[in-house]
């Protein structure tokens, strides 16, 4: 089959510049609402299931407490009995892998005049916390010692908290629980919830929430031991009214509490990318319509049908892949890494490859599918009728 | 009248391009529903924060917390908080919700003591399955929002598990206020004894006061009481305290706005567009027009018309689907135990049609303006 030369289809894109113009904004604007949407869910769904530890890590937590870590209380002796009850934990030097932990929400303000709340995830911790958490990394200052109002804070937590970075620099100071809290440390945990957390050294945190006696969870980390060693023991200790949790598990069910809003997302973005389709069909419909005519032509000069589908086809999806490489250009400088303060937390919207890959099909689709039926349709006349066409 | 008389050719050359107006009409229906969709959220959003003149009560929290886990407040306060003047009631509530983080589907338990949340809202909820007496008799029976129960298919006589907690549905209540469609009523100790050591502990008390004019002294007078006491409160009004926990529900409505007004510029693009490749399509028609006797000006209005009819029929597909939608699949918002509904109301598609046909004539004026000014002689060389 005869195939009609690239450099055609190419020439006919600069026929109207008005419509060369719709075609890649069009296919740009649908790229970056695919990348958009993508993104935020890539984002949101790493930071649920990427941490390094969660697949050794197992969280006890309190019994039906098991959707949500902040509502748990546990008695603050369960860590003890937990490391000194449960054989095969990770040790170091023998310090067993057992974080005993509160994760709050708490309300925080930069300083007494302050009038706005602003809620952050604070975590009480241990220093045994960085060793069951290893995907936090301090990267500035060092980390808060218990009794003199010190607190760390992740590289999200000024999205979280909604104030400039340079505002919650080490030596600055937050208020909470009527008192200033200076920051001495600022860490990075990529792609967890912990990243976007305010660290605050477990009793302190115990003494502000009046909860000295109780834990939101103990987290341990195994080595030898399994889960159903965990497990056992939390089954076994009725007393203690605990259970026992995957951190993968816990975090997954998370991530599938966040279900409902992921699939508004991508059907908003999928919506919208389906007008611009059906806009750029009725572009194409007309665009096309007005070369029946020239399509005869090629007809009558021995190029097939087929050849001349193929370089309409070939024409739209260009302009198309123009817009789809632009689009994924702009989204990659402004929306990759972009901090989003949503529930609880924060995450950065995450472009990788697949959703750089399935941004850019959805372009491509576009031009695609705006191109397959308005082509078809100019080829319904007969030769001889398409010639005296108008 | 001409213009009436006109609608046969106005509706004519809509269903004569039917490819092109199909195209047109699912575009808008979905940026319209999108629109409705947003419009909908922005409306719970509005009422669930906005202050009414006859509002009276007051929500008594700890203060400096925000999860209902972490706001432990003694049951005892109760006693103190109802001889304060001005108040007539203070129901103690211990809030548990099957997880503080915001999404659509959550579980919300609010255990009340029975006869006093009875005698205090009597009037205001409309039970519509089951039964109140049933409700009083069980210990573990929930009365059950109109919205979750639909949400979550449950009717009377079944049990549910939420939260840790294993309710029985012993009724489904209808009410005005969205936090009450949203949310499962149990007794108070019910849901006490399901936490760890909380008899006696209680997230907040709903205090009712007797006038409007009263809020503000009031909550300043609670709040003095226990600001010394371990547990000190802070005291807001309904509507302050929901848009405090909602913040980042009003936040994620506000960026929704703009999807909103994005949609709009697409109806308007799409309509526009359609618009415009009818025109182009149809010069020496509107030049025959002209031979004929038509004026300039009744050319545009024949156009601007065939704009709005896509635009109108465009928008009440789209805005009566999002209604239908928002009604039928009894969405709302929920965040540390407060509710922020979808408000699907009909008075939307009103709203729908109204911008839509705002947004036809907008499309269409421009070229409605330049078709009626071509020369007849112009028109049909350049056909």
């Known amino acids: 089959m005869r195939q009609l030369p690239f450099a055609y289809a190419f020439r006919n894109l600069g026929r109207s510049k008005l419509r060369l113009g719709a075609a890649l904004f069009g296919s740009t604007l649908v790229v970056l609402l695919v990348l958009a949407a993508g993104g935020f869910v890539r984002g949101m769904q790493l930071t649920l299931d990427r941490q390094q530890s969660l697949h050794d890590n197992v969280m006890i937590l309190g019994v039906g407490s098991e959707e949500g870590v902040e509502r748990s209380q546990i008695d603050a002796s369960v860590a003890g009995i937990a490391a000194a009850s449960i054989r095969g934990l990770k040790q170091r030097a023998g310090v067993v892998y057992a974080s005993p932990e509160i994760h709050a929400a708490l309300p925080l303000r930069l300083d007494a005049d302050d009038p706005t709340d602003r809620p952050a995830v604070m975590r009480g911790v241990r220093p045994v916390a960085l060793l069951v958490h290893p995907d936090v990394e301090i990267l500035q200052g060092r980390f808060p010692r218990a009794g003199e109002d010190e607190i760390m804070l992740g590289s999200l937590a000024p999205t979280r908290l909604g104030v400039p970075e340079t505002r919650l620099a080490l030596g600055k100071t937050l208020r909470f629980d009527d008192r200033d809290w200076t920051i001495v440390g600022r860490f990075a945990a990529p792609n967890t919830v912990m990243d976007a957390e305010i660290w605050i050294p477990l009793t302190d945190l115990q003494i502000a929430t009046n909860r000295e006696a109780t834990l939101s969870t103990v987290v341990v980390t195994l080595d030898d031991a399994s889960f159903t060693d965990v497990d056992l023991f939390a089954k076994s200790r009725l007393d203690l009214e605990i259970a026992a949790i995957r951190e993968s598990a816990y975090y997954a069910s998370i991530a599938a509490f966040y279900g409902p809003i992921r699939v508004m997302i991508v059907v908003t973005a999928a919506l919208i990318a389906l007008g611009g389709v059906l806009g750029g069909l009725n572009t194409m419909y007309a665009a096309f319509a007005a070369r029946v005519r020239e399509v005869g032509m090629l007809q009558a000069l021995g190029y097939t049908r087929a050849a001349i589908v193929a370089s309409l086809t070939e024409e739209s999806v260009f302009a198309a892949a123009c817009g789809a490489l632009l689009g994924a250009a702009i989204g990659l400088a402004f929306l990759n890494g972009l901090a989003v303060r949503f529930s609880m937390g924060a995450f950065a919207v995450t472009i990788d490859a697949p959703v750089l890959l399935l941004g850019v099909l959805g372009g491509l689709l576009v031009g695609l599918v705006g191109a397959i039926p308005p082509a078809l349709r100019c080829l319904r006349l007969p030769i001889t009728q398409a010639l005296k066409a108008h | ?383």
């Open chain 2, 1 to 383: 009248m001409k213009l009436l008389r006109c609608f046969p050719y106005v509706s004519k050359q809509v269903v004569r391009h039917r490819v092109r107006s199909l195209l047109t009409v699912v575009g808008i229906a979905i940026a319209m529903f999108l629109f409705t969709a947003v419009q909908a959220m922005n409306r719970g959003v509005t009422e669930a924060t906005s202050a009414k003149a006859n509002d009276t009560t007051l929500v008594v929290y700890r203060a400096d917390r925000y999860c209902p886990a972490t706001s432990r407040l003694p049951q005892d306060y109760q006693s103190r908080i109802e001889r304060v003047e001005g108040v007539t009631a203070a129901i103690p509530i211990k809030v548990v919700v099957s997880n503080c983080r915001a999404s659509l589907d959550v579980v919300t338990f609010r255990g009340v003591p029975k006869d006093d949340f009875i005698d205090e809202r009597r009037g205001e909820l409309d039970v519509v399955a089951g039964s109140l007496d049933d409700w009083k008799r069980r210990t573990d029976a929930a009365l059950v929002g109109e919205t979750l129960a639909n949400r979550r298919g449950l009717k009377p006589g079944q049990s549910f598990t939420a939260a840790g907690i294993t309710a029985y549905v012993a009724a489904v209540l209808r009410s005005d206020d969205a936090q009450d469609q949203n949310v499962a009523y149990t007794s108070l100790e019910f849901v006490q004894l399901a936490g760890r050591d909380d008899l006696g502990v209680v997230t907040q008390f709903n205090v009712k006061v007797a006038d409007a004019a009263l809020l503000e002294p009031v909550a300043k007078q609670i709040d003095a009481i226990f600001d010394a006491a371990q547990e000190p409160t802070a005291t807001f009004t309904e509507q302050a305290f929901i848009g405090r926990v909602a913040d980042d529900i009003v936040e994620l409505v506000g960026f929704a706005r703009w999807l909103g007004l994005g949609c709009l510029a697409a109806v308007l693009a799409l309509v526009a567009n359609s618009i415009v490749l009818g025109v182009q399509s149809r010069v020496s028609e509107h030049a025959v027009l002209q031979t004929l006797g038509y004026p300039g000006p009744l050319i545009a209005a024949l156009i601007v018309a065939e704009g709005v009819a896509l635009a109108l029929t465009g928008g009440l597909l789209g805005a009566a689907a999002a209604i239908a939608v928002g009604r039928y699949g009894s969405f709302a918002f929920s965040v540390e135990g407060t509710s922020i509904p979808i408000v699907a109301d009909p008075a939307l598609l009103l709203t729908g049609l109204l911008v839509c046909g705002v947004i036809g004539v907008l499309a269409g004026l421009v070229p409605a303006l330049q078709a009626s000014r071509r020369e007849i002689a112009e028109c049909f060389r350049a056909a």
